[in-house]
């Protein structure tokens, strides 16, 4: 007996010695980090953090820590950057240094490693480049990225009219609209509004874009070695992901079929030809699982940002009806009724572009960004920040910025207008990231957005389905992407 107590008090001196010495360490690992939350071990700053309101309590930890601060993501490194002068001073004084993706567990296991948005290094640089490049070289000879929206605009336009002025929720409506926009550019063609496996691969991406703002997927990021053996709405969302990247595999088999190298027809030929071209290249990034995700991210981002933020719009017009009235007049004084808008007009209309802008500054798609990493240890400041920390840089709390924004809660179109009634740009207008990992669909998105919603209010009046004051506008917020609020709308021809 004595030598089992012996043995017990031996071990739990042994197993206090290693809590300790396990604190001891993050303390000192702690004391060139900028301050923040305790850290506990395992879960992190997760019981400090409101997972379902992360924007929120990261203004509230900027006010008590300053604009630059340390948290963690279960055992995740994070430093997250507040206000426009920290994200600026990292993400482009020190572009280098923050330029690499910071891969969340989420898209860790989604992605792998692969594509556009979540590679880095090398195969980063080269895919960007790649996709840059051929983007800003379409329309592949026949039709420009213009064009195609106009056109996508008037199916769009005719669907709309085909609802005799009965109320509907326009969601599916503007995402399958968007989505072709994308499909056209990297698939060689539009799909029929009726097409099942069109509706399908929508379906999938509309159910992803609701599963992101559970408690359960959310979670999944702060504790991922847990809920990897758990049941949830996340394993449904793995599915998903899984199910579009294999559409978008036969999708290119069916090009591998039809190829002819002298005239690709889109982004998927054209990345086909630069397999060839690089075949003998051991070191080659262009292989058929670069090219599956790379379409995978540009189809993702390319159909459901543009379309959240439209239904975002939509919504906003039907609470400010006085808005939406004045942009009637400045479409019906430049454009008229017999022609559609074209981006050339866009200069002509100051009102409107300001209203595009207002409603991406108001509505912050994606509040923390997608995040970033540092390539090596990093001086910022007084800090040292280690090599591969993740970067949370806020953009909310840009373009939230009261003093460029005055009562930057309230949806103001004036915020973007000069005492002329012109244009005025900000550099606080950040919505599509700043730095060398800026999106790069951002010319696409702006020729959508203001195409998309000028030739809506071309054709038709707005007509919310309660009253314009009991309509809430702000948006359903959760980690990573914010949503607007379900609702109808009548659509009254002009």
């Known amino acids: 007996m004595e030598l089992l107590g012996t043995t017990t008090g031996f071990l739990a001196v042994c197993i206090s010695c290693l809590f300790f010495f396990s604190v001891w360490r993050m303390i000192s690992s702690n004391r060139k980090l900028p ?10 700053s997760t019981l400090q953090l409101s997972i379902k309101d992360l924007p929120q309590t990261m203004e509230k930890l900027s006010e008590k820590y300053g604009p630059v601060f340390t948290i963690y993501m279960g055992t995740r490194r994070v430093v997250v950057l507040h206000g426009r002068e920290a994200v600026k001073e990292a993400l482009i004084d020190q572009g280098d240094e ?5 891969v969340l567990p989420l898209f860790e296991k989604i992605f792998k490693g692969s594509g556009i948005v979540i590679s880095n290094g090398e195969m980063w640089k080269q895919l960007r480049r790649f996709a840059l490049t051929t983007l800003r070289n379409f329309g592949m000879g026949k039709k420009s990225i ?30 399958h609209a968007v989505s072709n926009v994308i499909c056209s550019v990297v698939f060689g063609d539009r799909f029929d509004y009726e097409d099942k496996k069109f509706l399908t691969l929508i379906d999938l ?25 758990l049941p949830g709405p996340h394993q449904r969302a793995f599915k998903n992901f899984e199910e579009i990247h294999n559409f978008i595999l036969d999708r290119v088999k069916i090009h591998q079929l039809s190829l002819d190298p002298t005239c690709p027809r889109d982004f998927i030929d054209a990345f086909l030809v630069k397999m060839e071209q690089e075949k003998e290249n051991i070191d080659s990034k262009f292989n058929t699982e670069t090219l599956v995700r790379s379409t995978v991210d540009l189809f993702l981002a390319g159909t459901g ?6 239904d975002y719009g939509l919504l906003t017009l039907l609470k400010y009806p006085e808005i939406e009235e004045k942009i009637h007049k400045e479409i019906d004084c430049v454009i008229g009724r017999s022609r559609q808008p074209c981006m050339a007009d866009r200069g002509q209309m100051p009102y409107t572009d300001a209203v595009v802008h207002e409603i991406q500054r108001l509505m912050s798609l994606l509040p923390l960004n997608v995040p970033r990493a540092v390539t090596r240890d990093t001086r910022f400041r007084q800090y040292i920040i280690p090599k591969d920390t993740i970067i949370i840089p806020d953009l909310r709390s840009i373009l939230y910025d009261s003093k460029e924004f005055p009562n930057p809660q309230e949806f103001n179109p004036g915020h973007f207008l000069d005492e002329n009634g012109d244009f005025k740009r900000s550099d606080y207008f950040v919505p599509f990231s700043t730095g060398k990992r800026m999106c790069i669909g951002e010319g696409l998105a702006r020729m959508e957005l203001f195409l998309f919603l000028t030739i809506i209010l071309q054709n038709f009046t707005l007509k919310p389905t309660i009253d314009h004051k009991d309509i809430d506008i702000s948006p359903e917020v959760c980690s990573m992407v914010n949503m607007p609020r379900p609702y109808q709308l009548y659509f009254i021809p002009r």
Do not use: C
């Open 35 to 44: 301050p923040g939350p305790i850290r506990l071990p395992i879960v992190g």
């Open 98 to 102: 923050f330029s690499a993706r910071g």
């Open 146 to 175: 213009e064009e195609r929206i106009q056109e996508e605009a008037h199916f769009l336009v005719e669907r709309i009219r085909s609802t005799h002025e009965k109320p509907f929720d326009p969601s599916s409506f503007l995402i």
């Open 205 to 229: 991406l509309e159910e992803n874009n609701k599963l992101q703002i559970s408690f359960w997927v959310q979670l999944y990021n702060f504790l991922p070695t847990v809920m990897n053996f």
């Open 305 to 310: 940002t543009t379309s959240l933020t439209l």
